[in-house]
C-alpha cells in the first residue's frame, strides 16, 4: 500500500498569482521540493501542468473560488485559460 496524502494539509511555501484570458496565464516553475500544489481560479478555468495550454481538451476543469490541491512534479509550471470569462489564477505551494 502507498503513503497516505493528506490532501488538505500542508505548509504554504512560495505563492502567486497570473492573470489569465484566452490566452494562458503562467505560475511557475514550483520549486524544486514543491510536490503539490493549491489553485484557486477566479472564474471558471482550464488548468494543466505539463507544459501544453489548457483547454477543455487539454486540462482539468476547475470551477471559481473552489480551491483545488494538485500533484506536481519539482520544477513544472501552472497554467489556466478563462472556460468564458478572464480572471485570476492563484498558485500556493505546499511544502
Not at 496524502?5 to 500542508?10: D, I, L, P, R, S
Not at 476547475?62 to 497554467?79: C, H, I, M, R
Not at 485570476?88 to 511544502?95: A, G, H, K, P
Request: net charge negative; charged share 10%; hydrophobic share 35%.
Amino acid at each position: 500500500m502507498g503513503a497516505i496524502q493528506y490532501v488538505g494539509t500542508a505548509r504554504i511555501g512560495p505563492s502567486g498569482n497570473a492573470a489569465y484570458t484566452g490566452t494562458a496565464g503562467t505560475y511557475g516553475p514550483c520549486s524544486s521540493q514543491t510536490y503539490k500544489v493549491r489553485v484557486l481560479v477566479t472564474t471558471d478555468a482550464w488548468v494543466t501542468f505539463d507544459g501544453t495550454t489548457p483547454s477543455n481538451t487539454a486540462g482539468a476543469y476547475v470551477p471559481a473560488l473552489e480551491p483545488e490541491y494538485f500533484t506536481v512534479t519539482p520544477g513544472q509550471s501552472v497554467k489556466a485559460v478563462n472556460v468564458s470569462a478572464g480572471g485570476t489564477l492563484y498558485v500556493s505551494e505546499c511544502i
